[in-house]
């Protein structure tokens, strides 16, 4: 059973930064297409921002120029630098680990960053 282990959440005022960590138990990180997602209160999850195992990255519009995902294949870690947040961002963020070569799909338990002052 893989499991995700997220980090780095919180409560930060409008502007400030938070990075968010996850690492995931897979013995080939390489082959796994990271991603995180979020999910506001009332609203349905979404895409923050995922990143291939060479690096090629996609962003949500709404966190373009401001959220920098990045992996480190060997420690096996992803990570999400969210600067200039504003309370939109408030949200439970998850981890995503998917397989390239197959439909598994995992995900971490979710971190919960509120934005507010």
């Known amino acids: 059973q893989v499991q995700l282990v997220e980090s780095g959440g919180g409560l930060v005022q409008p502007g400030g930064s938070l990075r968010l960590s996850c690492s995931p138990s897979?013995?080939?990180?390489?082959?796994?297409?990271m991603g995180w997602y979020r999910q506001p209160p009332g609203k349905q999850r979404e895409l923050v921002a995922d990143?291939?195992?060479?690096?090629?990255?996609n962003y949500a519009d709404s966190v373009k120029d401001r959220f920098t995902i990045s992996r480190d294949n060997g420690k096996k870690m992803v990570y999400l630098q969210m600067n200039s947040l504003t309370p939109e961002d408030t949200a439970v963020y998850y981890c995503?680990?998917?397989?390239?070569?197959?439909?598994?799909?995992?995900w971490g338990q979710g971190t919960q960053v509120t934005v507010s002052s």
């Open positions: 990143i291939t195992s060479g690096g090629r990255t």
């Open positions: 897979v013995s080939r990180f390489v082959i796994y297409t």
């Open positions: 995503n680990a998917r397989n390239i070569y197959s439909t598994n799909d995992y």
